[in-house]
């Protein structure tokens, strides 16, 4: 991989706190549950041309700060120890974006969080994937089912570090990654190895925890 991509996201600078309103869940206070829903849009992510051998992109939004064990979570009284091991949750997988294209507006993918959520498989701006919210409320008889494109940050509230949210666009050598049916993150990470041609990040932070400092 020779080249990177300029990405650029308006909502808030490169590495900086990321607006409520590309959030699924917002603070709360403590008598309305600690957080509540919140807009859900997804950012508009804007992106420079690929090689001239780029035939699409995909985008891949995911935060490596999860607890890797559920024990704490959200619980009254205890707090998700900051030196606990962290894991990939993914928030964001598009994939087989068209090489003509070098944005998807604010709000194209996602506007309001959706209650089971959003259908897998094409749009006239690629090919949605499943994100882990699908894994996250299976149990959820109210909540439950296939999340697929954007669905943006709810980290635990009681959590003592902030979460990153890595935006990273990938601009590949192949107009398709040939992915269907239910593939997420891991999948299509998978898929592009060996294809990548360029790529460009933009980080964002947030967090749920009103006692957490958000630099």
């Not at 709810?154 to 902030?162: A, F, K, R």
Request: with cysteine; net charge negative.
């Amino acid at each position: 991989m020779k080249d990177n991509l300029t990405v650029t996201i308006d909502g808030w600078p490169d590495g900086k706190l990321m607006p409520e309103t590309f959030a699924f869940c917002k603070m709360a206070m403590i008598d309305e549950g600690r957080v509540a829903l919140s807009r859900n849009r997804n950012p508009g992510v804007q992106w420079s041309a690929g090689p001239a051998e780029t035939r699409s992109y995909a985008i891949i939004c995911h935060d490596p700060d999860v607890p890797s064990k559920p024990d704490n979570v959200n619980k009254e009284g205890m707090t998700v120890p900051a030196d606990l091991p962290r894991v990939d949750f993914f928030h964001w997988v598009l994939v087989d974006i068209p090489a003509n294209r070098f944005e998807i507006l604010g709000g194209e993918d996602s506007n309001r969080v959706t209650t089971g959520g959003k259908p897998l498989g094409k749009t006239e701006y690629g090919v949605r994937g499943l994100n882990n919210f699908t894994d996250w409320f299976a149990g959820d008889p109210d909540m439950k089912g296939d999340y697929a494109g954007y669905d943006g940050p709810c980290s635990p509230w009681n959590d003592e570090i902030v979460h990153r949210y890595i935006f990273t666009v990938y601009a590949l050598d192949v107009p398709s990654l040939g992915l269907d049916g239910k593939f997420g993150g891991p999948e299509a990470l998978k898929g592009m190895e060996g294809h990548i041609l360029a790529k460009g990040e933009w980080l964002g932070l947030y967090t749920t925890n009103p006692s957490v400092s958000v630099e």
